[in-house]
């Protein structure tokens, strides 16, 4: 099983640390974040994430959602 690089880990606090920032720009898509920046934005995870390596040259690279806030949840 590989380890998860720190930066990682960083980058993926970072991301939702700063959520709210995202929601002007990126309501409803998904955003990957390497090295505190924002690589790719997409419809979905795996493009976003497909994106951001292709361009960062980078595998481990967190993929967070931004949310309007409207969505619900059950169970």
Same mark, same amino acid.
């Given at each position: 099983?590989?380890?998860? =690089?720190?930066?990682?880990?960083?980058?993926?606090? %970072? $991301?939702? $640390?700063?959520?709210?920032?995202?929601?002007?720009?990126?309501?409803?898509? %998904? #955003? $990957?974040?390497?090295?505190?920046?924002?690589v790719? #934005? $997409?419809?979905?995870p795996?493009?976003?994430?497909? /994106?951001a390596?292709?361009?960062?040259? /980078?595998?481990?690279? =967190?993929?967070?959602?931004?949310?309007?806030g409207?969505?619900?949840y059950?169970?």
């Open positions: 099983m590989e380890k998860i =690089p720190k930066r990682f880990w960083e980058d993926d606090k %970072w $991301a939702h $640390a700063h959520l709210g920032d995202f929601q002007e720009k990126y309501m409803e898509k %998904w #955003v $990957a974040v390497c090295n505190k920046k924002v790719a #934005v $997409a419809e979905g795996i493009t976003a994430r497909k /994106i390596q292709k361009k960062t040259g /980078i595998k481990e690279i =967190p993929v967070v959602f931004v949310e309007s409207q969505n619900i059950s169970n």
